[in-house]
């Protein structure tokens, strides 16, 4: 069942690929068909139930034997909760590329579902070969959609991406050869596979949870691995950046949480503190550099990277708050950056530009897109009663039962998020319409009904998970208390 | 064998500087024939050293290099003067700099 | 008392109503959804207070509605809980709330923003309510938040003028610093006691501590820091002043009557914890008196009207938070009541003021309006009086029990001379407000067309009411949920006699300097050292001077100055190196036969010296 859903975003890739020479419009209506199978699919395992285990399902099928490689796809709560955020980011995504892309309509959908499918098998894998395959599988349409359909300085930022993504991922390789070598030595068995490696990965050298740390850290992103995401948010098409913010950065996060701290409790109590740290200055580094930026898109890039460091933080507090306000906070974030993403994309192309210092008094004309915009800004500040706060605020409570200064640390991000994320709104929407260069202060063409659907959908969905988000705890809770997330837990 | 026999150090040092004049004469002479006739030189260079050589270990091996390189030279000049034509007609002149293009 | 969710609810449906309908409902249907939804509220308020009464003072009842998040023992509910401080919270919000509602309806009129304007109010309301009705300090924290954005929303409503969104922004992000602490002192409470539900903490505070604890002094410091910001006070108040560029109604609503004293009920609601700690409470009365001093002062200058009373809510606030300090519970509360009442009549006063001038908020351009404008200078009188607790007035009586429960508390004498001087200026500045603006010389400001209607008129009225017959309410409610027991209005004697004084002296004084001698008054401050005073009080002593460049100005430089982010340096210059190490191979690969040659004999030469070398 796993394997099929990977299999239907790959084969529909090709498909809408192929169903281009039926016309333009068709690779979209192709990939929002598969998106549409795959949300069946994710809809029935869910309703399946899980097993006893935990799982809702489990693909094993043996792969390169003789190295004891398999093809294990497990698809336990998180996993599920991410693999369905994946599936209803991807047709956001989709929709917000309706009218931007102007070419090459059917490898840009190939490439938008392979990305998917790559991350799908990235939620899934719980071989390590597997999962690293599948981790470069979503790596390279990445850097073509940025390559391709991205801005004036795709090139630049799509090279930098795949560099810092290639780079980290070779540390990953390595460091999983050396911990699978570490097993089969003290072992004798040699294997990939995570179930087994897991148990026994005691008086493992802590250089070896280094390199999975440098891939994680590098994707999620931590400061100071960040220096890639703000130049591909900005110089991606608007479907790529929802894609990369909205899920790929979560697979670093997953990274963390599945591999990292399980596979290495006693390196991760080890480094827990710097790697906090790193999670608390990601956090006010990114809002303050948020701060400073003139570029739409750019700003919401660092807020990004700000919001993610919550992650970063909760997850090395590792308690059960903490990770579980983590896992919120990778959804919220997820809902709330797309759209404001969307919004970004939405601006260029009425504006034709995404400097900040060129909008200005949009509200008047474009009224609906304005209410929008204060909605997921006022979302990504942290506000309560909607997704964003209920992660942040638990990532706190648990950390501070761990470390007060770092928590303290992190707090004073909140300050800097509301200055950042007013200062957006000031001068996108607020402020007098005279200063805006585009068209004076003419209407603008406002948001129709198909992208305030989809704007609809995210703000429920964050208002959802920020008033009653004990649904989605209770799907990722067992499974983070599996992984050892009682509190105190890490050894 | 009794004749005064020239010390070997002053043929490998005749050789040496044949061969420094030669190497000079590629690296600054610019005009294919005077090139040709440069690395002419560095190879008797070569030649002059093995025959003192083999002379001085009594070995046959350094004549036959000799040979070979004789042929190698013969050989060598019957290419290079067939390129010599071509560089002429295609390009108008014998500047060796001047048939960079392909920056190989 | 079942119908408790009906109270925030119906507010909250009237925004999600203005919200989904975008502003194409007609004016009069937006007027009767926006103040509708707040007069059914205190409609839904009235049988849960019978309810209440009929069960007497002491009653508490929870009504839970669903588990908010629940992990690990992390458990904040989403429950409402009605005690006898929540109630009168709610009638000072539902009731006064209405009234302002209803005024802002004719205010507001022809605003093409009239829909947005109401959908935010609504929202505040809501909010608002959540604040008070919570039953777990998280929802407490959401209504927090929830009233700052409105703030935020409101301040900022005019959003084409710059300067109206810098005042939103500030008033938000120096909010949130106090929201910050608060957030931490959150923290704090949960790690050490397991949980947020407010009861719970109460009775654990009490069980796990001793008195003047660290833990509870700094868990206490820290809420007291969350008030602070809320409410205006030192070293947080700078937002308040600006944020008057927000439509009247909403100085009224929001930074008078209600927003701005959720400190006061956040110190009352939490006061067990106070109670442990002595260091808090003197904080209580630090921050208050000086807040106190400092904006009585600064609003004896202002030329703005908005401004003097922004500086007065703030000056009263203060009382308020001295009055809690001293352990007068009680009437802090009581104030917070009388204080909504008489500041809300002022503020909608001001606003009929300012409409009928056509938007001239300058004092000294005023003047003489009290033949022109009799029903907002009524108003106006009214509340200035209860301001300067004339005798009767409601002001006067929760100021009174404020004065003489000061004077009871432990080194009181000094403190109550401290708090009946700053009542002195009080007294100064309302008068000066009714004698420049209704008696002064007519000012320069445009006709006299009076610019009210009946939704406007009706409000002021009732306000008027309230602010001067509120006194006689008593509290009983409140005063069976704080430790004081009510307002005492003991220690009789000659402190009782001079502190009724002290009001009619501050206005006999203002007669004086204001009216009667108003021309030696400007002589007698046109000196420099005057002049120099004059505007260090009317820019608020200087705070916005002092933060400006103590943090905003190095926050933003360093921002700008780190705009590329210097993090993208080392990988910027590593991939700048391997560009140069590129070029440089590129560059050796001309194609020159004789660069070729040069290079291998070259390297040659260095590979015999190496070999020989080594040899």
Known sequence: MLLWLIAVLAGGGVLAWLSERMGAAWPQRVALLVLAVAAVCTAMLWIGGADAAGLYALTDLPWIPRFGIGLVLALDGLSLLLVALTVLLGAVAVISSWTEISQRHGLFQLNLLMTLAGVVGVFTALDLFAFFVFWEVMLVPMYLLIAIWGHEERGYASMKFFLFTQISGLLLLVAIIALVLHHQSASGVLTFDYRILLGAAAGVPAWIMLGFLAAFLTKLPGVPLHTWLPDAHTQAPTAGSVILAGIMLKTGAYGLIRFVVPLFPEASLELRYPIMLLGAVSVVYGAYVAFAQDDFKRLVAYSSISHMGFVLLGVFAWNQVAVQGAVVQMVAHGFSTAALFMMAGALQERLHTRDLARMGGLWGRAPRMGAVTLFFVVASLGMPGLGNFVGEFMVLVGAFQVNVELTVLAALGLVVAAAYALLLMQRSFQGSPGGSAQGGSAPLQDFGAREMAVMLVLAAALVWLGVYPQPLLDLSGPVLEGLGTGRGALP | ??????????????????????????????????????????????????????ARWGAADGQIMYMLILALAAAEVAVALGLLLQLERRLGSLDIDAASELRG | MEALWLIPLLPLLGFVTLLVTEGRLPAVLVAMIGAGSVGLAALAAAPVTLDFLQQGPGT??????????????????????????????????????????????????GDPGYSRFFAYMNLFVFAMLMLVLADDLLVLYLGWEGVGLCSYLLIGFFHDEPANGYAARKAFVVTRVGDTAMALGLFLLFRELGTLDIQSVLSAATTTWPDGSTTVTVAALLILGGAVGKSAQLPLQTWLPDAMAGPTPVSALIHAATMVTAGVYLVARVHDLFLLSPLAQSALIGVGLATLFMAACAALVQRDIKRILAYSTMSQIGYMFFALGVGAWSAAVFHLMTHAFFKALLFLSAGSVILALHHEQDIFRMGGLWRRLPLPFAGMLVGAAALAALPFTSGFYSKDAILLASAAAPGGLWLWAAASLAALVTALYSARLIFVVFFGPPGSAAGPDDGSNNAMRGPLVVLSLLALGGGWFGLAPPAAVLPDGGVSHGHGGWLAWVTGAVPLLGVGLGYLLFYRWRERTAALVSGAAAQTLRRFWQAGWGFDWLYARLFEQPFTALARLNRRDVVDVPFVLTAALLRIGHQLAADGQNGRLRWYLANMAAGLALLLIIVLGAA
């Open chain 2, 1 to 54: 064998m009794n004749a005064v026999s020239i010390p070997l150090e002053h043929v490998m040092a005749l050789a040496a500087t044949l061969f420094l004049i030669g190497l000079a004469g590629v690296l600054v002479r610019r005009n294919l024939i005077f090139l040709l006739m440069s690395l002419e030189i560095m190879m008797n260079a070569c030649g002059l050293a093995f025959i003192a050589a083999g």
């Open chain 3, 60 to 109: 508490v009842f929870a009504q839970p509605l669903w588990v908010w998040i629940d992990v690990a023992g992390f458990s904040p509910d989403i429950t409402l809980y009605l005690d006898g401080l929540s109630l009168a919270m709610v009638w000072v919000i539902t009731g006064v709330g209405f009234l302002i509602h209803l005024y802002a309806t004719g205010y507001m009129a």
